[in-house]
């Protein structure tokens, strides 16, 4: 069994400012994580993934993540906010061989202010 | 350029009427998936498929049908039977689902019942 609990349904940061969007996940067996990005009436787009590789993962458009096994935890994280990250982010959990459908995190909305 | 195409980008639908949603890829892909998406509920998988000619319900699969003749093409149907059509439906493609494989999205369908 897989779960994902994306921590803050809103998060708001000025330009300039570090983003951090938080996931942690539950999973019996070993996981895959991704981050998916979705603009306003877009489809997603995937941000990153981690697949049991190196545990910081860097991604498009300067964002990255680390995987925490002993936190299990996969935040995301952009030293500097643009206003074009504007946007909805899926943290989302899967399981490495065998499968799985995906499971997604109900999504949080990043707030970039001038 | 691969990719999904969804069309069309909108829908309008009268009570009572069914109505198919178009989703194509190019990628080779053999895995496909529908997922409806309702604000502040994040991504609810509809039905999915993992091979030509075979599907499977999703977690909301009532009043929805679909069909996987070609490995390219996974259409939708919004019968009469679904009580609140109007959502914002998004189709999705991967290599397979084993855990490691992002899914690829398309740009999606707003369907709205008059």
């Known amino acids: 069994a897989q779960s994902v609990t994306q921590l803050d349904s809103h998060v708001s940061v000025s330009e300039g400012t570090p983003v951090l969007l938080r996931c942690n996940y539950s999973s019996s067996y070993s996981p895959s994580l991704f981050w998916y990005v979705q603009h306003p009436n877009k489809g997603l787009q995937l941000l990153l993934k981690?697949?049991?590789?190196?545990?910081l993962v860097k991604g498009i458009n300067g964002f990255e993540a680390e995987f925490k096994k002993s936190e299990t935890s996969f935040h995301l994280t952009k030293p500097s906010a643009h206003m074009s990250d504007a946007a909805e982010y899926f943290c989302?959990?899967?399981?490495?061989?065998?499968?799985?459908?995906?499971?997604f995190g109900r999504g949080t909305s990043l707030i970039v202010h001038p | 350029d691969g990719g999904i195409t969804q069309s069309p980008k909108y829908l309008f639908r009268k009570e009572g009427q069914n109505v198919t949603l178009s989703c194509e890829q190019n990628?080779?892909?053999?895995?496909m998936y529908w997922y409806r998406q309702d604000p502040g509920q994040g991504l609810r998988l509809i039905y999915y498929?993992?091979?030509?000619?075979?599907?499977q319900k999703g977690d909301i699969a009532e009043g929805y049908s679909v069909s996987r003749e070609k490995k390219e093409s996974f259409p939708l149907t919004v019968t009469s039977a679904q009580k609140n059509p109007t959502a914002f439906y998004l189709c999705a493609s991967s290599r397979g689902t084993s855990g490691g494989n992002e899914q690829f999205f398309g740009p999606g369908t707003r369907l709205t019942v008059l």
């Open positions: 498929s993992q091979i030509v000619n075979d599907f």
């Open positions: 990628l080779n892909h053999d895995a």
């Open positions: 989302v959990v899967s399981i490495i061989g065998g499968s799985y459908i995906p499971t």
């Open positions: 981690y697949t049991s590789a190196a545990t």
